[in-house]
């Protein structure tokens, strides 16, 4: 089992493709583990002469997980309006750093990184505090912590509450599904062609409701990433669905707005998935993006 040793515990990892070629980080989104990159998505990306590293974010997954008691619901909603109203087990600039120990680890100055959802928020506090690790950045379906954009439909809000109870196991997979098919919009079936597909295989593998809170409890106390990424020279492609519920487009608008070189594309009919059917826009952008990067380095 690939896995690195950091300060607070190990980190769960894989790779695809072959080492002589350019570094990709993938970085995941809330209670997502690694199984939740499609095999489309990977692949496409290798098949592009490229090389993936994807990784279970700690509190998550097989990687090492934290004692300390969560957040309720009710706390995250009132941090949501006052953030110093919570002390966060772990920040986003931690998780950043589980990030610099992987590159460290596997011998890399630095990669192209591609985060999605709570994965861009990560990777921004990355690009911010490492900025010499990020060769570009991939955001996907993520925001910059400027709380007038960004803004979840309460439907979405009310549908990942759901997740955070504890739940026997065919209720929680079929809870799963529920979740993912309404983040997923009204266009692509996320149980059929998203990461609603994988809810069972997570389960089985890992299912940690209580990580949930504390992850969300990351995002909610982390504030404004704006200033931290201002004077970023990484290039930045920002990619988002039109028909998103949790993260408003505006997120990545903004994004686009706050660094030097930055490039928005929206994707019609896109939710909060990475659903097959716009895999292949998504992974032909991206690609072009790293090696356009690459090339300038």
């Known amino acids: 089992m690939p896995t690195l040793r950091t ?13 002589a070629d350019p570094p990709v980080l993938l970085i995941h989104g809330v209670g997502c583990q ?23 974010n700690r509190d998550c997954g097989l990687s090492f997980d934290f004692d300390a008691r969560p957040p309720t619901i009710a706390d ?17 600039s931690d998780m950043a750093m589980d990030a610099v120990h992987l590159l460290n680890h596997i011998g890399q100055s630095g990669a192209h990184v591609i985060g999605v959802s709570m994965g861009g928020m990560i990777a921004q506090r990355l690009m911010g505090n490492h900025p010499e690790r990020v060769f570009s950045l991939t ?8 709380s007038a954009v960004g803004e979840p439909n309460p439907e979405a809000i009310a549908a990942l509450a759901s997740n955070f109870v504890e739940m026997d196991r065919a209720a929680a997979i079929d809870n799963g599904r529920n979740v993912n098919n309404l983040l997923g919009g009204p266009h692509y079936k996320s149980t059929e062609v998203g990461m609603g597909r994988f809810v069972e295989l997570a389960y089985d593998r890992a299912l940690r409701p209580e990580a949930l809170l504390r992850q969300f409890c990351a995002i909610v106390t982390d504030g404004d990433r704006r200033d ?7 290039p930045v492609l920002a990619i988002h669905g039109t028909s998103d519920p949790l993260v408003a487009h505006d997120g990545s608008v903004d994004l686009i707005e706050s660094v030097r070189d930055g490039r928005l594309m929206l994707i ?3 939710g909060h998935d990475l659903s097959e059917p716009v895999i292949p826009e998504m992974i032909e952008a991206t690609v072009a993006h790293i090696l356009a990067a690459d090339a300038n380095r």
Do not use: C
Request: glycine share 8%.
């Open 268 to 270: 019609e009919k896109m």
């Open 76 to 92: 995250l909603i009132a941090a949501r309006e006052n953030p110093s109203l919570l002390s966060p087990p772990y920040t986003l």
């Open 139 to 146: 955001s996907i379906m993520s925001t910059t912590g400027n």
């Open 228 to 234: 931290a990424i201002r004077e970023s020279e990484t």
């Open 7 to 19: 300060p607070l515990g190990e980190i769960y990892f894989e790779q695809r493709g072959s080492r």
């Open 34 to 56: 690694l199984i939740h990159w499609p095999d489309s998505l990977l692949d496409g990306i290798v098949n592009s002469g490229l090389r993936v590293i994807y990784f279970d």
